[in-house]
Structures are given as structure tokens and as C-alpha cells.
């Protein structure tokens, strides 16, 4: 237990009795929960070594509500904690004792789906895969699609700017977000964006997306929705040494082609997944990738061709071009359970850095040997074309002292990816796993002007505020 | 007055921070090549990229390139293309719109986030960037974002700098996602088509599986020729194949289509892109806007019945260029009643300077957002010394 929250404000908590009475009137009495038992219940989120016991959940059902709660929290000096499903795996949603949750979760409708213009307008607490299901009988689809999109809101997504296996060639959530109805921490309903494509001042929307629930609560989202392409079919490649593989990746790209995914096991993360999924993967190679490409059969097996070519120097020990839907379902079952499948056999910390891709080799020697070094086993799952890491730091949280080494190498790896020119975190979020390693990144400079910028929304640092910037230096404006 | 050209980035730290201590307002730029758009402001001296030069990073396997932001832009995209590589959102040159001279650099590219018609397809400059080094009103050297194409730490300042026409940074370098350029792009094109049909056909060909890269119409009203709807895809010459017969299947109720190849295909994206099309008479003032694709038709027809005006769609329609009359509000109260009645913004690009000054260049935002905007000027530039006034008065 590393991480440090805030000491709780003794007067908020003394006044919870009023705090409570001053809430109930602004939402429906089965909106508004107090019971520990109940609170429980959102003490923790998906970064679940941490736990902190709420003053109180809101759940309202309109942006009215969410308003007239921002005003009496902000009114109050109550801290506000946003949160969707609660699926954040670097502790955004987690909750402080002398905070409310708003949870937006009851907020779950779609209100509009207009596929001449390509966009789906959402209540924000709605789920990510609900919005691709709410317009696939048109053939279109919402593109980020992180594993969690089962459960997962766009409303935690516009926050975390999520992204998903996909990004290589849709983006992540800020490319796919037109706009947002954001109630600010005074209770102000602001409309950013809309259904056109550009801001016509500051690009408020690119900001607000990944600000961690920091600057206000979305409500409402417009997104841009897709339409799919004709098919899609991944080839699997397994490879006797992790050079191999990263150098195909590099002469895929250097070819000219961009698949739709492009996905890296390791040993370990092959094993795991195998043996949850039975899809087939190849149990005796070092490194495998998963290869995604869309179009027309015709397409599909024009590209599929031209990779598979493009591979042969590189002596895949493994080469396999899905034959039907239902091998290509397998493949992809086996690594969107990686994950879930690595939580059966152990407990885990999942890392979320970026490296340049070049570095990949290099990077992956030095995680193993990281946790080696703390006694720990390691599986490597990630976004291969976009340097997007996974490394799950496999531990057991019985053995008194193996949670601090996780932690320890989880830190190392993060620091490793930043030194080789990378970042913290490509799609997790920094939340409270990764703030007090915000100046490994950042300068003073860099944290200060951010903190600025935060500064114009949220200048009492009433909004998520345990969470992205380290305690100590914090400034206000 | 000769302008002031820092070479390195702590040179620039300190022309600011001097700047800030005596409030004297810079103007940024970059080639000049856009000086001309936003609001005339009072500036005692320039302030300009000109001497920071040079690819600093470009790994093709990465999908990456990094440059000094006074690096031309045209060198950038020599360096891609000599690796099979390309800018994705196809920057737009507005020399000719604009009649000026000079070299549009990268940092301006994406100061001004300047998106071409693959915009629809790849997104704009602001969704291709992903580093920025730039000095704020204090003198602070501040980075955000970086090399790597995914990355969520901290608050995302590169989207900020985007479109921020250096009101909050002078931007030192930035550094780009690029995707290989495609091995054959073909067009096709539809004939005589009205508008409200043309955004039809273009935006059934967008929401198609067949990956539309550009999708204009050029209004018969335009230049007096035939109306021409132009679809654009790109990719392997296999897979473009099957795709224009897909399309030409798809959009047969809308009459014959002509598939066009090559440089007569190539000159006329590029004059919706830069919009050249509206480049005369020089004097006519132009106007971009910004507004949901199936609306555009809708917008213009408002306009049009109060206003002489000329216009092309880019965009699948949601994007409006407009050439009016430059006397009086050049048109903006019209303008600004269809975009306030359909959604989106208008930005009035080209207009002479006592124009520019009474009316407002960039669409007039709520009182709340306009409450942020200022505040966000004063967070990176307290003293007001960066391009003030150029966006909003005061900011």
C-alpha cells in the first residue's frame, strides 16, 4: 500500500449528517446512497488494492440533477469523485472519505443515431459496447473498443481518452468524440462541440477527453460512429525469438500496410491464454502475433497475402491465416481473456506504457529482468503497432511483502518506458497508480502549466482530486 | 522591423520572458503565409520560427516524424514521401486564397490545425499530433504528449495548441503520427447534380464500408460549369478496384460516374483542399464553415436567400467554403443566423483588415466558454503578450 491519498477534511466529515440532508432533496431517495454497506460498493474500482470508503454515492438521472448537485458540492466545499462502471484500472474512480461519488451509470439511454451524419448522441453512463450494439443492425459500429467494453461507460472512456486493439487505424476516443454536454464544477451545463467536425475556438473537446474526471461531469456525449468494413480476417504468426517478431512488425508497416490490429504475446501470455480459450495459439514459440486486416474477402486475402510474404524473412515458426468466422472469433477470444485469464491463476498488476516500437527487443529483456530481480513471473500482452505495452506483474497477494514487489517492478517498468522515450500510459489513465511518477515524465514546468489549465475549471480542487497530479507542488491558477 | 528569430529554444524563453516583463504583445508566426487570418492586432514586434529548422526525429517504422516548427512545411513532406510516407490529414496551402508568399511551416500546420478533405477519413492536424514543445506568455519552456502514438498522461495541452493560432505557445517543435501513402488514389465523379442531392449521394458514399478519403461537390453556380461530386478513395490498386465498383453500384440513382485517375484527379483535390476554387476575385471576402455533413445543403440555402454568395463542400458537406461580398459584415449576420439555426461555427478566413477588425473572425462563443477561453489565455499567457487579440478582443 504505496500510494498515499489525502488526509481527509475532519470538518466535511463531521458534517456528513448535513451534507446528506442537503443532497437528498436534488435527486430521487433511491439515487442517493448512505448505508456503508451499500457504499461499499464503491469503495474501489478495477486498481482494487485500494480501497476508501465514500461519504456518499449520487447516482442522478439527468443532467439537471448532476447540475444542481455540482452546485450544492461546490457550494459546500464537498469533494466530487466521477465515476462510470468503475472498471479504471489505474484508480480514477476510486473514492476519498470526505468525497461524494457521482456515478452516472443510471444515465444509460441513446438519444439520437443519425448515420447520415455518422454520429450517435449518448447519455454518458451508457456502455461502450451498448453503443456499437444501438447501431449495428445499420452495419455500423463505435470504434475504441477497449477489453473492458463490456462493462465500461463513455463517460469513463471520454475521461481516460480510452483506447482498445483497434486504434491503429481508428484512433482512440478523442478521434472518435465530436462533443460533450459537461457540467461544470458551479453547476454550468456547457455544450462543446456538437455533430461537426472542428472547434471554432480552443479545442475544449480534445481537452476535456482523457482530463480524468478533473475538469467537469459529462453527461451527455455525440460520437461518431462507423460503418464497418465489408470483413475482417487475422492471421496468427508465432516466432522462436521477440526480435523477429517486432522486425515483421516493422516491415509490415514499412510496406506500406497498416492493419486494423496488430497484437503481441509472449510465452508466458500465450500459456495463459491457451489454456482458458483453446484457440489454437502455439504453445512452443517465443513471441506470436495476432494480425488483423479488413475489407472484401478479396481484400482480406490480397493483404493477408502480401503480410504473409513480408513475414517469410523473418522465419515464423507459426503461420496461420484464419479459415472461418469461428477460428477467427477463437483467435481474438484468447486475447481479449488475457487479462481475466491471467486473474485465474494469479493475481496481477497490469502495466500501461508506451514504448517506440523500435525499442521493443530491448524493452522486453528489462522487464523480465526487473521482476525477475523482485522474484516475480511476468506476461507480456500488448498493441504491438503502436507500442502500447501490457506487462502483467503476476504475484500472490497471500504472501506478505509480494504486492510491494509487484508494485516496485510495476514502477521500474513505467520509469523504463519514459527513459526510453516513451510515457507512463497509453490508455489507462494515470489516476492514482501512476500520479506520484508524473515528474519521471514532466518537468515542473510541464506539471505546473497543466495544472494551470486544470486550474480555469476547478480552482478549489473540489474535482477527482486525489488523482493524475502528485500531492505535493500542486498550484491552483 | 526586422523580426525577432530566436535558434534555439531557451532563446525563445527569453525573448518571452523580456516580452512578458515589459508587456510588449509579439506577433507568432511562422512563413507569414497565414498572417492574414484573424483579427489585426496591436503587436510591437514579430516573433518568428524562421531559424528553427530540421527533422529532428523520423522513424518510418514507428510511424513518427518530429520537426523544428519553422521547418517548411514542403521539406516534411519531401522527407515522408522519399520513405512512401505522408502527412495523413493533408495540410491545405492557402497561398493562393490568401495572396501571400512565403513558405507554410509545420508549427503553423498545427497552430492553425489545417486539415484537408482526408480529413473525414484520417482525421485532422489536431488527431495526427502528438508531441508538442512550446514556450508559454512566461517564458516557461513546456512539452506535452511526445513520440509514442498512445499516451494519456496528464492533460492533453497538444489539443489546446492545436487551432490556437499561437494565442497560448510559440511553438518550438512538433511532432506528427504519418501513415504510408497510398499506392493509387481514383475518384469518381457525378455530373449536374443539386446540392441537396450531391451531400446525399456523398454522404451515403461515407457511410459505405468502402473507405471514402474525399468527398466534395462543386455547385454548378461555382464557376458556371457543370455541379461535379467528387469521391475519393485510396488504398492498393486491388482493393481500389473493388471498391469503385462497389461505389459506382451503390450511387447509380445518382447518374452516370465518371472514374477519374491521376493528375487531373490530384489538381482538383488539391483546389478543394486549399480552396483555390474561391481564390478570385481576389477581393471577395471568404468564409469557412464548419457544420454536421447533411446540414451543409440546408445552411447554404439560408444563406443564399439573403446573400450573393459562391460556395464548394468539402467534407460530405460539412465543411462550407464561401465567398461573399466584402462590404459591410461581409456577410456575417446571415451567416452566423444559418450556422446559430443548423449547428457548427463559421471562421471568416479572408477579409480586408478594417473587416476583420469590426467583425468577428472566429464564431462567437457562450458566455461560459468564452468565461474558459479567457482563463486559458491567462493560464499559459498571464500578460497577454502572445498573438492577443488575434482569436477573440482580450484573448
Given at each position: 500500500m504505496s500510494i498515499?491519498?489525502?488526509?481527509?477534511?475532519?470538518?466535511?466529515?463531521?458534517?456528513?449528517?448535513?451534507?446528506?440532508?442537503?443532497?437528498?432533496?436534488?435527486?430521487?431517495?433511491?439515487?442517493?446512497?448512505?448505508?456503508?454497506?451499500?457504499?461499499?460498493?464503491?469503495?474501489t474500482d478495477g486498481l482494487t488494492a485500494y480501497r476508501?470508503?465514500?461519504?456518499?454515492?449520487?447516482?442522478?438521472?439527468?443532467?439537471?440533477?448532476?447540475?444542481?448537485?455540482?452546485?450544492?458540492?461546490?457550494?459546500?466545499?464537498?469533494?466530487?469523485?466521477?465515476?462510470?462502471?468503475?472498471t479504471s484500472l489505474s484508480g480514477g474512480?476510486i473514492?476519498?472519505?470526505?468525497?461524494?461519488?457521482?456515478?452516472?451509470?443510471?444515465?444509460?439511454?441513446?438519444?439520437?443515431?443519425?448515420?447520415?451524419?455518422?454520429?450517435?448522441?449518448?447519455?454518458?453512463?451508457?456502455?461502450?459496447?451498448?453503443?456499437?450494439?444501438?447501431?449495428?443492425?445499420?452495419?455500423?459500429?463505435?470504434?475504441?473498443?477497449p477489453s473492458s467494453?463490456?462493462?465500461?461507460?463513455?463517460?469513463?472512456?471520454?475521461?481516460m481518452?480510452?483506447g482498445?486493439?483497434?486504434?491503429?487505424?481508428?484512433?482512440?476516443?478523442?478521434?472518435?468524440?465530436?462533443?460533450?454536454?459537461?457540467?461544470?464544477?458551479?453547476?454550468?451545463?456547457?455544450?462543446?462541440?456538437?455533430?461537426?467536425?472542428?472547434?471554432?475556438?480552443?479545442?475544449?473537446?480534445?481537452?476535456?477527453?482523457?482530463?480524468?474526471?478533473?475538469?467537469?461531469?459529462?453527461?451527455?456525449?455525440?460520437?461518431?460512429?462507423?460503418?464497418?468494413?465489408?470483413?475482417?480476417?487475422?492471421?496468427?504468426?508465432?516466432?522462436?525469438?521477440v526480435?523477429?517478431?517486432?522486425?515483421?512488425?516493422?516491415?509490415?508497416?514499412?510496406?506500406?500496410?497498416?492493419?486494423?490490429?496488430?497484437e503481441y504475446m509472449d510465452r508466458p501470455a500465450i500459456k495463459i491464454c491457451e489454456a482458458f480459450?483453446?484457440?489454437?495459439?502455439?504453445?512452443?514459440?517465443e513471441a506470436m502475433?495476432?494480425?488483423?486486416?479488413?475489407?472484401?474477402?478479396?481484400?482480406?486475402?490480397?493483404?493477408?497475402?502480401?503480410?504473409?510474404?513480408?513475414?517469410?524473412?523473418?522465419?515464423?515458426?507459426?503461420?496461420?491465416?484464419?479459415?472461418?468466422?469461428?477460428?477467427?472469433?477463437?483467435?481474438?477470444?484468447g486475447r481479449k481473456s488475457a487479462f481475466g485469464a491471467t486473474g485465474r491463476i494469479s493475481d496481477y498488476i497490469c502495466m500501461d506504457g508506451t514504448i517506440?516500437?523500435?525499442r521493443l527487443p530491448y524493452v522486453l529483456k528489462r522487464i523480465d529482468e526487473i521482476c525477475k530481480a523482485e522474484g516475480l513471473g511476468v506476461a507480456n500482452v500488448f498493441h504491438a503497432?503502436?507500442g502500447n505495452l501490457h506487462p502483467l506483474i503476476l504475484f500472490d497477494i497471500n504472501k506478505p511483502g509480494e504486492m510491494e514487489k509487484a508494485e516496485a517492478a510495476g514502477e521500474e517498468i513505467l520509469k523504463l518506458c519514459v527513459e526510453v522515450?516513451g510515457c507512463l500510459t497509453g490508455e489507462h489513465g494515470v489516476g492514482i497508480e501512476k500520479r506520484d511518477l508524473m515528474?519521471c515524465q514532466?518537468?515542473?514546468?510541464?506539471?505546473?502549466?497543466?495544472?494551470?489549465?486544470?486550474?480555469?475549471?476547478?480552482?478549489?480542487?473540489?474535482?477527482?482530486?486525489?488523482?493524475?497530479?502528485?500531492?505535493?507542488?500542486?498550484?491552483?491558477? | 522591423?526586422?523580426?525577432?528569430?530566436?535558434?534555439?529554444?531557451?532563446?525563445?524563453?527569453?525573448?518571452?520572458?523580456?516580452?512578458?516583463?515589459?508587456?510588449?504583445?509579439?506577433?507568432?508566426?511562422?512563413?507569414?503565409?497565414?498572417?492574414?487570418?484573424?483579427?489585426?492586432?496591436?503587436?510591437?514586434?514579430?516573433?518568428?520560427?524562421?531559424?528553427?529548422?530540421?527533422?529532428?526525429?523520423?522513424?518510418?517504422?514507428?510511424?513518427?516524424?518530429?520537426?523544428?516548427?519553422?521547418?517548411?512545411?514542403?521539406?516534411?513532406?519531401?522527407?515522408?514521401?522519399?520513405?512512401?510516407?505522408?502527412?495523413?490529414?493533408?495540410?491545405?496551402?492557402?497561398?493562393?486564397?490568401?495572396?501571400?508568399?512565403?513558405?507554410?511551416?509545420?508549427?503553423?500546420?498545427?497552430?492553425?490545425?489545417?486539415?484537408?478533405?482526408?480529413?473525414?477519413?484520417?482525421?485532422?492536424?489536431?488527431?495526427?499530433?502528438?508531441?508538442?514543445?512550446?514556450?508559454?506568455?512566461?517564458?516557461?519552456?513546456?512539452?506535452?504528449?511526445?513520440?509514442?502514438?498512445k499516451?494519456v498522461t496528464?492533460?492533453?495541452?497538444?489539443?489546446?495548441?492545436?487551432?490556437?493560432?499561437?494565442?497560448?505557445?510559440?511553438?518550438?517543435?512538433?511532432?506528427?503520427?504519418?501513415?504510408?501513402?497510398?499506392?493509387?488514389?481514383?475518384?469518381?465523379?457525378?455530373?449536374?447534380?443539386?446540392?441537396?442531392?450531391?451531400?446525399?449521394?456523398?454522404?451515403?458514399?461515407?457511410?459505405?464500408?468502402?473507405?471514402?478519403?474525399?468527398?466534395?461537390?462543386?455547385?454548378?453556380?461555382?464557376?458556371?460549369?457543370?455541379?461535379?461530386?467528387?469521391?475519393?478513395?485510396?488504398?492498393?490498386?486491388?482493393?481500389?478496384?473493388?471498391?469503385?465498383?462497389?461505389?459506382?453500384?451503390?450511387?447509380?440513382?445518382?447518374?452516370?460516374?465518371?472514374?477519374?485517375?491521376?493528375?487531373?484527379?490530384?489538381?482538383?483535390?488539391?483546389?478543394?483542399?486549399?480552396?483555390?476554387?474561391?481564390?478570385?476575385?481576389?477581393?471577395?471576402?471568404?468564409?469557412?464553415?464548419?457544420?454536421?455533413?447533411?446540414?451543409?445543403?440546408?445552411?447554404?440555402?439560408?444563406?443564399?436567400?439573403?446573400?450573393?454568395?459562391?460556395?464548394?463542400?468539402?467534407?460530405?458537406?460539412?465543411?462550407?467554403?464561401?465567398?461573399?461580398?466584402?462590404?459591410?459584415?461581409?456577410?456575417?449576420?446571415?451567416?452566423?443566423?444559418?450556422?446559430?439555426?443548423?449547428?457548427?461555427?463559421?471562421?471568416?478566413?479572408?477579409?480586408?483588415?478594417?473587416?476583420?477588425?469590426?467583425?468577428?473572425?472566429?464564431?462567437?462563443?457562450?458566455?461560459?466558454?468564452?468565461?474558459?477561453?479567457?482563463?486559458?489565455?491567462?493560464?499559459?499567457?498571464?500578460?497577454?503578450?502572445?498573438?492577443?487579440?488575434?482569436?477573440?478582443?482580450?484573448?
Amino acid at each position: 500500500m504505496s500510494i498515499a491519498f489525502p488526509v481527509p477534511d475532519q470538518a466535511i466529515l463531521a458534517r456528513r449528517e448535513e451534507i446528506l440532508r442537503g443532497l437528498a432533496p436534488l435527486v430521487a431517495p433511491e439515487a442517493l446512497i448512505v448505508t456503508e454497506d451499500e457504499r461499499r460498493v464503491f469503495e474501489t474500482d478495477g486498481l482494487t488494492a485500494y480501497r476508501k470508503l465514500p461519504l456518499a454515492v449520487v447516482l442522478p438521472s439527468t443532467t439537471e440533477e448532476v447540475a444542481a448537485v455540482m452546485r450544492f458540492c461546490r457550494e459546500n466545499g464537498v469533494k466530487v469523485v466521477p465515476r462510470g462502471a468503475g472498471t479504471s484500472l489505474s484508480g480514477g474512480a476510486i473514492a476519498q472519505e470526505d468525497a461524494i461519488i457521482l456515478g452516472v451509470a443510471k444515465m444509460n439511454r441513446v438519444l439520437e443515431v443519425d448515420f447520415a451524419n455518422r454520429t450517435a448522441r449518448v447519455q454518458s453512463g451508457i456502455t461502450n459496447l451498448a453503443i456499437s450494439q444501438a447501431v449495428a443492425h445499420e452495419g455500423f459500429f463505435y470504434a475504441p473498443d477497449p477489453s473492458s467494453q463490456l462493462a465500461c461507460t463513455i463517460a469513463g472512456n471520454i475521461a481516460m481518452n480510452s483506447g482498445g486493439a483497434h486504434c491503429l487505424k481508428y484512433g482512440v476516443t478523442t478521434n472518435n468524440l465530436l462533443g460533450v454536454t459537461m457540467v461544470l464544477v458551479d453547476g454550468t451545463v456547457v455544450e462543446i462541440g456538437g455533430e461537426h467536425l472542428d472547434a471554432p475556438g480552443y479545442d475544449l473537446l480534445g481537452l476535456v477527453c482523457g482530463s480524468e474526471g478533473q475538469l467537469g461531469v459529462v453527461t451527455e456525449a455525440v460520437v461518431r460512429i462507423l460503418r464497418a468494413a465489408e470483413g475482417a480476417r487475422p492471421a496468427l504468426m508465432g516466432f522462436d525469438a521477440v526480435e523477429d517478431a517486432g522486425a515483421c512488425v516493422a516491415a509490415i508497416i514499412g510496406a506500406g500496410i497498416i492493419p486494423v490490429a496488430m497484437e503481441y504475446m509472449d510465452r508466458p501470455a500465450i500459456k495463459i491464454c491457451e489454456a482458458f480459450a483453446h484457440a489454437g495459439y502455439p504453445l512452443d514459440v517465443e513471441a506470436m502475433l495476432i494480425i488483423e486486416v479488413e475489407g472484401s474477402d478479396e481484400e482480406c486475402e490480397d493483404t493477408l497475402a502480401r503480410i504473409v510474404e513480408i513475414a517469410q524473412p523473418f522465419r515464423p515458426k507459426t503461420l496461420r491465416v484464419s479459415q472461418s468466422e469461428a477460428e477467427s472469433a477463437a483467435i481474438w477470444k484468447g486475447r481479449k481473456s488475457a487479462f481475466g485469464a491471467t486473474g485465474r491463476i494469479s493475481d496481477y498488476i497490469c502495466m500501461d506504457g508506451t514504448i517506440p516500437t523500435g525499442r521493443l527487443p530491448y524493452v522486453l529483456k528489462r522487464i523480465d529482468e526487473i521482476c525477475k530481480a523482485e522474484g516475480l513471473g511476468v506476461a507480456n500482452v500488448f498493441h504491438a503497432g503502436d507500442g502500447n505495452l501490457h506487462p502483467l506483474i503476476l504475484f500472490d497477494i497471500n504472501k506478505p511483502g509480494e504486492m510491494e514487489k509487484a508494485e516496485a517492478a510495476g514502477e521500474e517498468i513505467l520509469k523504463l518506458c519514459v527513459e526510453v522515450g516513451g510515457c507512463l500510459t497509453g490508455e489507462h489513465g494515470v489516476g492514482i497508480e501512476k500520479r506520484d511518477l508524473m515528474r519521471c515524465q514532466f518537468t515542473e514546468a510541464d506539471l505546473k502549466q497543466q495544472m494551470r489549465v486544470r486550474g480555469v475549471f476547478d480552482p478549489g480542487w473540489l474535482m477527482n482530486p486525489a488523482k493524475v497530479f502528485p500531492l505535493e507542488g500542486r498550484v491552483a491558477a | 522591423m526586422t523580426p525577432l528569430t530566436p535558434t534555439c529554444e531557451s532563446d525563445a524563453c527569453a525573448i518571452i520572458a523580456d516580452a512578458a516583463a515589459r508587456r510588449m504583445p509579439l506577433a507568432v508566426a511562422g512563413g507569414g503565409t497565414k498572417a492574414g487570418i484573424g483579427r489585426p492586432a496591436q503587436t510591437e514586434a514579430t516573433l518568428s520560427s524562421a531559424a528553427l529548422t530540421g527533422v529532428t526525429l523520423y522513424e518510418p517504422a514507428e510511424l513518427v516524424i518530429a520537426a523544428l516548427a519553422g521547418t517548411p512545411l514542403s521539406e516534411v513532406v519531401r522527407a515522408l514521401a522519399d520513405r512512401g510516407q505522408q502527412l495523413p490529414f493533408e495540410p491545405a496551402d492557402y497561398r493562393a486564397l490568401l495572396g501571400s508568399s512565403g513558405k507554410p511551416t509545420i508549427g503553423a500546420v498545427a497552430a492553425a490545425n489545417v486539415s484537408g478533405p482526408r480529413r473525414i477519413m484520417a482525421g485532422a492536424a489536431r488527431d495526427s499530433l502528438i508531441g508538442v514543445r512550446f514556450v508559454n506568455g512566461r517564458g516557461e519552456a513546456v512539452k506535452s504528449g511526445g513520440s509514442v502514438m498512445k499516451n494519456v498522461t496528464g492533460l492533453d495541452l497538444v489539443k489546446l495548441m492545436a487551432g490556437s493560432w499561437g494565442t497560448l505557445g510559440f511553438v518550438t517543435e512538433v511532432t506528427f503520427k504519418v501513415l504510408p501513402r497510398p499506392e493509387r488514389s481514383a475518384t469518381l465523379a457525378l455530373a449536374g447534380l443539386s446540392d441537396s442531392r450531391a451531400v446525399e449521394a456523398l454522404c451515403a458514399a461515407v457511410a459505405s464500408p468502402f473507405e471514402v478519403t474525399g468527398a466534395a461537390h462543386l455547385p454548378a453556380a461555382l464557376d458556371g460549369g457543370e455541379a461535379r461530386t467528387l469521391i475519393r478513395i485510396e488504398g492498393f490498386s486491388f482493393s481500389v478496384d473493388h471498391r469503385l465498383g462497389e461505389l459506382k453500384r451503390l450511387l447509380a440513382g445518382y447518374g452516370p460516374a465518371e472514374a477519374i485517375d491521376g493528375e487531373r484527379a490530384g489538381a482538383l483535390w488539391a483546389a478543394v483542399r486549399d480552396a483555390t476554387l474561391l481564390a478570385e476575385p481576389h477581393d471577395s471576402a471568404v468564409w469557412r464553415v464548419s457544420t454536421a455533413p447533411a446540414k451543409g445543403p440546408a445552411l447554404m440555402a439560408q444563406v443564399a436567400r439573403a446573400l450573393q454568395a459562391r460556395w464548394f463542400y468539402d467534407w460530405s458537406g460539412g465543411l462550407v467554403w464561401l465567398a461573399t461580398d466584402p462590404a459591410g459584415d461581409a456577410g456575417a449576420a446571415t451567416i452566423r443566423g444559418a450556422v446559430a439555426t443548423q449547428g457548427g461555427h463559421a471562421t471568416l478566413v479572408r477579409a480586408p483588415a478594417e473587416v476583420r477588425a469590426a467583425v468577428d473572425v472566429f464564431e462567437p462563443q457562450p458566455a461560459p466558454l468564452m468565461r474558459v477561453t479567457r482563463d486559458i489565455k491567462a493560464a499559459f499567457d498571464p500578460a497577454g503578450v502572445l498573438n492577443p487579440g488575434r482569436m477573440y478582443a482580450g484573448v
